[in-house]
């Protein structure tokens, strides 16, 4: 028997909708999405409803190629729907130009990524910097002592005028995840944080996501690692574009 309990996609946990403002703070409703080369067109989305209230740890796993990371897209804004609607707390995602995407973006939401993207050229505090330079946000006197109090909270201050490519796969990732949190976002939004570290760090990586969460920031994140899965608030299970399984609050594996 299939460890997640099936339920009507469309339908949202109670608990999910709960958010500070009364409302969820990310909700997508009815996104299609659709891909067109020539004569070939492929649904990569079909008609998704989530939600996710303030706090909340939700994982999305599925088979390579499922929708998890378009649908991620959707809610990060690098991607549009074809149709439906995304609102991440009170704003119409789908709606916004280019520019305001940007910005929205980089005050919104933290992405962390499964290899790191951190510019090799820059040292690790400039690159946690960087979101800061690009929105504006922080004088630019206090922008340092910012990214070295974020490389604090996650154990690197002594690397803070390294380069990138002298830290390991897990500081790099840590490196990564206080980039993220930067403009002190509420969401973190991680596409398999997790996937290019060992066992040991990705336990690392993992227990500083659930710190995140216990100060109150909102994380949704890829992964296809079993044991992280069972340790998540909601796991949502994407198959051929859709959420087909929910699991909340209960040991669980997912076999890929």
Request: proline fraction near 5%.
């Amino acid at each position: 028997m299939s460890l997640f309990s099936r339920r009507p996609p469309a339908t949202p946990s109670a608990e999910a909708g709960a958010s500070g403002n009364g409302g969820p703070l990310i909700h997508l409703r009815g996104v299609d999405k659709v891909y067109e080369n020539g004569a070939i067109r492929f649904r990569a989305l079909k008609e998704i409803h989530l939600e996710m209230g303030r706090g909340e740890f939700v994982g999305l796993v599925g088979k390579s190629g499922s929708g998890k990371t378009t649908l991620v897209n959707m809610v990060t804004g690098i991607d549009r729907p074809t149709a439906g609607e995304v609102i991440v707390d009170g704003t119409p995602v789908h709606m916004l130009s280019e520019n305001d995407m940007a910005i929205w973006r980089g005050k919104a939401l933290g992405v962390v990524f499964q290899f790191f993207q951190l510019l090799p050229t820059l040292t690790v505090a400039e690159n946690v910097m960087l979101p800061m330079d690009f929105c504006n946000v922080y004088a630019p006197r206090e922008r340092y002592a910012r990214a070295v109090e974020l490389l604090q909270q996650v154990d690197l201050a002594d690397q803070a005028d390294k380069l990138p490519a002298t830290l390991s796969g897990g500081q790099q990732q840590r490196a990564a995840i206080a980039r993220a949190l930067a403009n002190d976002p509420p969401i973190i939004v991680a596409d398999e944080p997790t996937g290019n570290l060992d066992s040991r760090t990705a336990e690392q990586v993992f227990d500083l996501f659930e710190d995140l969460v216990a100060r109150g920031k909102t994380i949704l994140m890829v992964t296809h690692d079993n044991d992280l899965v069972r340790r998540v608030k909601r796991a949502l299970l994407v198959a051929d574009g859709e959420i087909v399984d929910e699991i909340v609050n209960r040991p669980h594996t997912w076999a890929e």
